[in-house]
């Protein structure tokens, strides 16, 4: 989780004014995390206020998707 942390925390600082999700989207790519660890992960990273309470799960499950792309 500390490296997921630090690359978020090395894109976020690149790109402040830049949305969060598409900056956590980033920071998961090729990486292959689990779905237990984006739902950890993404809690204290994402914003509560980038996204509505129904929509976590979908955004979740497109974020580990995504964490599986070479």
């Known amino acids: 989780m500390k490296s997921l942390k630090r690359v978020f925390n ?4 690149e790109n402040p004014s830049g949305l969060v999700i598409p ?10 995390f689990s779905r237990k660890l984006l739902f950890a992960t993404s ?5 509560k206020e980038e996204y509505k309470k129904n929509e976590k799960k ?12 070479n």
């Open 10 to 13: 090395k894109i976020r600082n």
């Open 23 to 32: 900056a956590f989207a980033e920071a998961l790519l090729s990486r292959k």
């Open 43 to 47: 809690t204290p990273l994402v914003d």
């Open 58 to 69: 979908e955004i979740i499950r497109f974020l580990v998707e995504l964490s599986k792309r």
